[in-house]
């Protein structure tokens, strides 16, 4: 598959990724670890949001306009990129010549091929709707097999009907009957960086994806996440259970208490639930 | 009713229906069998898509926009037609003169009145919404028990929350509170060809909607339709079995499998479960 | 070209242009006056206005959205319509049996070919864009040599640089390369009723176009008008003159003057310039 | 809070609000009883809009273009109005002197601090998204315990999967992760005439929202809407139970019988239902 | 007028531009000096914008979506703002109760008749284009009499054709031929902060248009940014002649020069230019 | 410049425009001669698109929504091309390692510098707005002075005033004041494939740009666009002639004629014309 079609190189790989903490996959692309995905199943999008801006990262929320299947699952995964841009028969030409021979295999079914466990496939349709479908009810199938994650498609989908049954959250913009259009559409990379939205999606980015919109977290900022969203998880807790006697204000709570006894207590309850 | 509003003549309607291959209505409304409409049930989007577009019929997709009331419920039924247009009294008056005496009924009320089990409303309103909505609950009843069907109207509807437990599929572009507004739109004409988003519709078509859209179907393909379909879902079902063993890459499926072995597997199935 | 293509019969012409009240050319499109066109120039959007929707024609404006070339030109004729709707082959061959056989002329310039000095073109092509291009340079030449007046399209031109020179007043939507396509196009009538934006027009409606926008004046209200519009114009003439004094405030003269003298002084002036 | 930030004096409340006819928080914010409240549950957006645009109140519907959370569950209050406008240091600092020192309170939690059981929070951000989001899971909780009924954003949250499982119905335009910016946005006013999408709120109207749309009721026209709603539930339940036996058109029955023993039958089933 | 409708008192405008160094007008109004406008009228957009985000004023630019009647004429002048929201009879009839007897005048009519030479109408009417046209030729040439700078109107006018030949620079929406509509909506202040696009404007700001934009600036700018704008006219003359010579790569001049001896060469030009 | 951004290679340049028949840059651009882009002047956009899209190239007109500077000018040059995605810090650190120390410049100004007569600026910015304006009045004269050509930016400008005397063709999307704002927005690539509205662009692509649109057309057209460009020419020309006598019906000459007398005319012309 690589070779033809766009692709960074191992090295390129190494150096546009080079703050990933964690191990790779073999082409390179940061691997992070199983455990820190499923311990984000507790993050909600705030508490990346706590995170990111801060670092400089502003541009990691793929903004609005989404339709979520299955908004009641979270989909969290490591990113695999697929690139279409509007055709160029010169440019196909070059980047893909076994188009031309062989047993031809899709270039967007080529990129299923090669998902492994754990991945979201995200693709960048830049928008397109009619013959921007990029997988109706089998290719669906292919993929929630492969991965038993999800897709991102900043694009459109295909049978809807057969789709929603297989359970698989997907983030796409819309339905459209047609397929995949070769003569208007081409891929052009394959774990590239892409851009979903308003953000720009690196190979191996942990994508997470709730009711609230999807975002793109870079390896190096996992480990800081998750250990802030602890306390948040205690504050709100916390916040929440005391609004919820009815007996103070929001200010009197929120965002910290002022009152020195609220205060202390709140701490206790802190130190208590972190476990120390 | 008719000789006021444009309508098609018994003749007009033969004339531009000729090529249905089904029984009529007295008036000339090509009738799709009721056996056709209930194995109609077991179709998907994209296997009226399989068949149209080859035949020069590429606009028969209603398009993007649409809101559905109880997307759980396929929407199948054969079109009966209501054109109106921004209101022009002069024109108003000499297409329904019956209008200024005797116990007046709204037109569209007039068009409800002769709806018939089996058929389903489509309403061109031009995507009108203040004003353009064409029923509340006690009209939406009338369409209810009339047809056990639905409707399409690209425009909208008022009275959703006693609309939703008639239990009804609607396609709709909006709610409004407004009632219908013949001082800016009039009814122009009953079972004429109509635009619904971007799709011609005649009547006699077989309206087709599911979560995934709305299509509208000539009733001459219904039966080349129907039996393509019944392979789609044989493949379907195979590509899909396949691919939940999790042994295969989906190229080596999908579309269809190289491997002779693979092949061969595939063709008996086919077989089989076509009952030859 | 008729008897193919929806138009309205030379009796049904008559039954719905009812209020015409001046002559009619052989096939029964009303013939408003050419002195009553010329006379129309001296007209603002306003005072068509100050009419209309007091007859109950509220919807005679075309709305927003529009491009104008040239309009620095007024734009005012005689409506000849057109009328597309998505394509459905079965409608078309039948609405337009002669499309097989024959030196084939596209449906579009046939009604170009019958078009008279005076009229003007109006087109509905539901906004459609690509593919909804009526007319190049050619035939916007064609279209400008034949009635001196202009063109209305819901929907497209192209050729731009082609166009402008002609000096031909153009109201359109969009600007596209792709000629017109009939294969997901086609003409259904010929002179009869047709949406423009926002409005109804028939043929034989004064189209009156200036920078302002777009209207759609029936025959019967062209002289009360024009009548009622010299009023306005002294009456205008008389409130600027007053106010470029500097010594009014705008509510001591508008909408008319409070002070007795001041009343008095217009009302000799109206006299004067009405010439009584 | 109040001298700050405009906020309509007691007796600038009691001149704008003189047409209430009920009890008033010592604020001069009319206080609709809260058995109307309670009887408006039984009520639909169409017996609303029944009554207020024959008032001349053609404006109390907030428009299109709403989410609503949690649409199975109608949201019913008094509205406390919040205003927010695009920042402007100098007026901010004019406004409300006091965010220089002090343990300062964000403006918009000093509004939730005040709000009462019973009211919906009603916050103008003029349709701000990116850094509109007035709250989020722990300020939501705070409105909810305070009130027990709603919140209205012109505007965005954040932290929807926190905000979801309280079970609070909330409108609004948009979910965004961005905190609320006050940089780009400040607050203006509480209890000040606001504009909802296309309607003008005072402060004390009853907002009335289900899965149709959202609206704001002047508290003067609560009486004469509840009073016509007894009747055309009663006609509504009789219009629907004669259209299930499928024994009649629908002009036969709606809106009004014309048949003689049917209009019969409905006035005594009406008076029998109406208890007299 | 006042005391109707709500206004800044003296007292209030005082306080809420409070920073205003300038005269003001009898109601308080900030009057920023004739020759301060004069010498704006060399002003660049970019220039404004160079010292308002710095101070915090991040929200002063009106956005995108305006038309500009005349944009080969700077728009220059003092803000004077009126306000309109969505109607409701019963804040109006307490906000304006002289409505209902003696001489009517509009209210809008009333605002233009207090306007001074050097204002410019600035007319929040919050999009509106159907019944939202705030001005026709007549009120127009008014304005233009009695101010000489122009009109700014989130909203619409109508009389495109009569307005044009006045000359005076226009911000608006849309055209529409609809008249002022007072059953949809009413005016709820004069010289109070209003919402323009997305800017907050205050009565006094000065307001600064042309062809790239609108911007309104507060009093207490006006100073610095003529100050600042000399060095930067200078700066752009001495690098568009630099790079008109086509000697230098843009890097080698702009921002600023690197080359010691063009370093030194520009900071001569600029103590020439400067006059020092 | 090159090695830092993704650049194409000078190997990949030559494999991705493979097809180039004309010399080149050094650094592989493809370089259409100067004659054929001084020949180009006399083309029409339909010109261009007769070729194109039968040659499997449908993609290569940008689509609507451009606003266009100096459209009384033809915009014909070889594209030069610059690529921006949405900031990530990562990656831009990888990618431009020496942003961190010497004597900065801005990424998009170091494109800038390398500009060559007869080149356009191609900038893909993803249609940003705020914070994507690629030039104001300096480097815009610096790209005038480089080029003499133009700028495309799918993205903004600033400084509408002080660009427009310049007199350089511009397409872009909006004016914004905000200088470019790199926290939001980096530089990923010079000289590579780039998507601009609904095409996609390679450097040395000709630009052509007139006031109906925008096109990019892959060398190895250039010839035969031409050649046919010819006879278009001489087609249009006698048609025109012919339709403006005023004698014949469009369809009598156009597309062709079909008397048998005047096709011979105009293949005689035809001959002449072409120098035969």
């Known amino acids: 598959m690589r070779g033809q079609i766009f692709t960074l190189s191992h090295e390129q790989m190494l150096k546009y990724t080079a703050e990933n903490p964690f191990d790779r996959f073999p082409d390179g692309r940061p691997k992070v670890p199983d455990e820190l995905l499923e311990k984000a199943k507790g993050l909600s999008i705030e508490e990346v949001w706590a995170v990111l801006p801060g670092k400089g990262y502003r541009m990691q929320y793929a903004g609005e306009g989404w339709r979520i299947m299955h908004p009641e699952k979270k989909l969290i995964g490591r990113a695999m990129t697929l690139q279409f841009m509007p055709m160029r028969p010169d440019l196909q030409k070059a980047a893909d010549p076994n188009a031309a021979g062989g047993p031809r295999i899709a270039p967007h079914q080529r990129f299923i091929d090669v998902l492994q466990p754990g991945d979201v496939a995200v693709v960048d349709l830049y928008g397109k709707i009619e013959g921007g479908t990029v997988v109706g009810d089998n290719l669906a199938t292919a993929i929630w097999n492969a991965t038993k994650r999800g897709l991102v498609v900043d694009g459109a989908i295909r049978d809807m009907e057969g789709i929603f049954p297989i359970g698989m959250p997907v983030y796409y913009r819309a339905v459209h009957p047609t397929p995949i259009d070769y003569a208007t559409t081409m891929v052009t990379g394959i774990n ?23 975002y793109f977290i870079p390896p190096q900022f996992m480990k800081e996440i998750l250990d802030k969203a602890d306390i948040t998880h205690i ?31 709140y701490e206790e309850y802190l130190k208590k639930r972190l476990g120390k």
Chains 1, 2, 3, 4, 5, 6 share one sequence.
């Open 192 to 214: 590239v960086p892409v851009k979903i939205g308003d953000a720009t999606v690196m190979p191996g980015d942990v994508v997470f994806g709730d009711s609230g919109g999807l």
């Open 235 to 265: 504050h709100d807790e916390w916040t929440k259970m005391k609004l919820d006697t009815g007996k103070y204000k929001s200010s009197d709570i929120y965002p910290s208490p002022h009152d020195p006894a609220l205060k202390k207590e």
